[in-house]
Antibody, heavy 125, light 105 residues
Framework: QVQLQESGPGLVKPSETLSLTCSVSGGSISNYYWSWIRQPPGKGLEWIGYISYSGSSNYNPSLKSRVTMSLDTSKKQFSLKLTSVTAADTAVYYC???????????????????WGKGTTVAVSS | SYELTQPPSVSVSPGQTASITCFGDKLGNKYASWYQQKPGQSPVLLIFQDKKRPPGIPERFSGSNSGDTATLTISGTQAMDEADYYCQAWDSSVVFGGGTKLTVL
């Protein structure tokens, strides 16, 4: 059973860089896409982006200028860096495994089937 | 950018059927997924590819998708089903709906 575990600082100062890591256990990091999703207090889910096992990435356009994701297959970890943070970046950050494929009619589908427990990050001086 | 719209809240009596809708332009031409999130917990995948359930998800959860609307239906709703529910689709990127709080009363 694949399990994901987020780790990183719980407090980041404004204008600094938020850095989180997700460790994958119980399964392979290859052949999947690995996502970051966040949830501000009392609000809904916001997709941040994903990185593939081959290293290609896709980011939310609203965050793209500040986001970088990377993947270390040897450590079975993937990471998120979010620069120039503000209080609006305060949230629970989840890592998740994203599955995607094409159906018989070449229609693409995608969903997150495994989620980490989430880690709370507060942006404050 | 593509948007998915859900009602903020839905109420249902125990044992009754709850329907949670998700609206998006031509959503029926895409695949919808649904997630359940209980307070303090991470989301759980309930439905993928419109109507498929992952192993371990009770049969009372079902999904449909046609036209502009995807629907999550919970038959015989139980108190334990009280949670936030999110729809999600793919439109060159992952898109989530705003979430619906289901109250069982």
């Amino acid at each position: 059973q694949v399990q994901l575990q987020e780790s990183g600082p719980g407090l980041v100062k404004p204008s600094e860089t938020l850095s989180l890591t997700c460790s994958v256990s119980g399964g392979s990091i290859s052949n999947y896409y690995w996502s970051w999703i966040r949830q501000p207090p009392g609000k809904g889910l916001e997709w941040i982006g994903y990185i593939s096992y081959s290293g290609s990435s896709n980011y939310n356009p609203s965050l793209k200028s500040r986001v970088t994701m990377s993947l270390d297959t040897s450590k079975k970890q993937f990471s998120l860096k979010l620069t120039s943070v503000t209080a609006a970046d305060t949230a629970v950050y989840y890592c998740a495994r994203k599955f995607g494929d094409f159906d018989a009619t070449s229609h693409y589908y995608s969903y997150m089937d495994v989620w980490g427990k989430g880690t709370t990050v507060a942006v404050s001086s | 950018s593509y948007e998915l719209t859900q009602p903020p809240s839905v109420s249902v009596s125990p044992g009754q059927t709850a329907s949670i809708t998700c609206f998006g332009d031509k959503l029926g031409n895409k695949y919808a997924s649904w997630y359940q999130q209980k307070p303090g917990q991470s989301p759980v995948l309930l439905i993928f590819q419109d109507k498929k359930r992952p192993p371990g998800i009770p049969e009372r959860f079902s999904g449909s998708n046609s036209g502009d609307t995807a629907t999550l239906t919970i038959s015989g709703t139980q108190a334990m089903d009280e949670a936030d529910y999110y729809c999600q689709a793919w439109d060159s990127s992952v898109v989530f709906g705003g979430g619906t709080k289901l109250t069982v009363l």
